[in-house]
Every structure is written in structure tokens, then in C-alpha cells.
């Protein structure tokens, strides 16, 4: 191969990937403007951090956003994500259910998954919870960027989906750090892909 065919190689394998980029980025952002929330059976909150057993505004404002979906009916069950952070004493799911009785949930409608650290272990979780109770649609609640990637991996684990973002969250109210996560996003979204077909 000659070394001017293999700068053409090369040039076009890089516009090959810059316009995937860009296209993941593009499908972020318009994923995340989307609100498709409908009746469905259940309502699936992805964790965020806790401090000492009260929610980050992050979580808070997912806890939020589900709690006003379930008082409309949208959906009878309520699943809440999230481990145990490093050195943590309680996982995000069990404090987004103190908060979530706190705000009028009734007990008996909340379901947990308790241990997932990443969005692919509890979305793996959820699709059990949700087998196991014979539930077959979800409303996924997190942030504006992370709407994409939820639906995709809830679709590999063989988890019919709508997606609803919150936006009241802090992230969204900064530009910048905003950016950052619909950047971040737009690199795993692909990754995501990928790794699916793969079988991972």
C-alpha cells in the first residue's frame, strides 16, 4: 500500500468517526429534549449520589420528577437504582425510598435495586425486577443526557421503554457542566452500541 493511499485510508477513517461523533451528539441533545412520558408499568429512577443518607440534588431532582409521574398514574411501581458508594453506609436506592415515602409513595408500590454501581448493572437489575413481576413497560427517569444510553441498554435487556428527563436538575442549570455530560455521553453511546453487539 502506498503511502498516499493510506493518508486517503486514514483521512477517511477519521471523517468516518468524527460524523458518528457528531451524530451521537446530535441524538444525545435530541433524546434528551423528549419528554415520551405515557402510562406505563412502571416508573424507573436511576441513582445519583447520596450524602449521609439525604439525596444530591441530582438524585433529588429524579426523585422528584418520578414522584410527580406516579401521583398522575402514570405508571402503578416505582423502581429505584443505586448501590453503595465507596465507603457509603446505604445505597442511593434506599434513600431515594425514604424520601419517596416521605413525599406520599405509598410503600407497597416501591420496588428497589440496591446494588448496581453503573447504569448497566441496574438497568441489567431492573429488567429481573421487572421479569420477575411480569412488567413489561417502563418510564426511565435520570437527566437530559442520559437518555439515549438508558433506552438503548434497557432495549438490550429486553426492556420496552419511554423516557422522561427530569429538568429540574442542577446539571442542566449549568451550561458548561452540562456540555461536559452531553460529551461524555456522546462517546459512550457508541461505546454502548458497539458492546452490545459484541454481547457484552
Request: aromatic share 6%; no cysteine.
Amino acid at each position: 500500500m502506498s503511502r498516499s493511499t493510506a493518508r486517503t485510508l486514514t483521512g477517511y477513517a477519521i471523517a468516518t468517526a468524527l460524523t458518528a461523533w457528531g451524530l451521537s451528539f446530535l441524538a444525545v441533545v435530541a433524546w434528551g429534549a423528549r419528554d415520551m412520558a405515557r402510562p406505563s408499568d412502571a416508573i424507573v429512577v436511576l441513582g445519583a449520589a447520596q450524602y449521609a443518607g439525604k439525596p444530591s440534588p441530582v438524585l433529588k431532582a429524579r426523585l422528584d420528577h418520578a414522584v410527580g409521574l406516579w401521583k398522575q398514574g402514570m405508571a402503578s411501581w416505582l423502581v429505584l437504582t443505586g448501590g453503595r458508594g465507596t465507603g457509603d453506609t446505604t445505597s442511593e436506592a434506599d434513600v431515594g425510598r425514604r424520601y419517596a415515602l416521605r413525599a406520599g409513595v405509598a410503600d407497597s408500590a416501591i420496588l428497589l435495586e440496591n446494588k448496581g454501581r453503573t447504569t448497566t448493572a441496574s438497568l441489567e437489575a431492573v429488567a429481573r425486577i421487572m421479569n420477575e413481576k411480569h412488567l413489561e413497560q417502563a418510564i426511565l427517569v435520570s437527566d437530559p443526557f442520559h437518555m439515549l444510553r438508558l433506552q438503548i441498554l434497557a432495549q438490550r435487556f429486553g426492556v420496552r421503554s419511554v423516557t422522561s428527563p427530569t429538568r429540574t436538575s442542577p446539571i442542566s442549570a449549568n451550561r458548561l457542566e452540562s456540555a461536559a455530560y452531553v460529551l461524555g455521553e456522546s462517546v459512550k453511546v457508541p461505546a454502548t452500541i458497539v458492546l452490545g453487539l459484541l454481547g457484552r
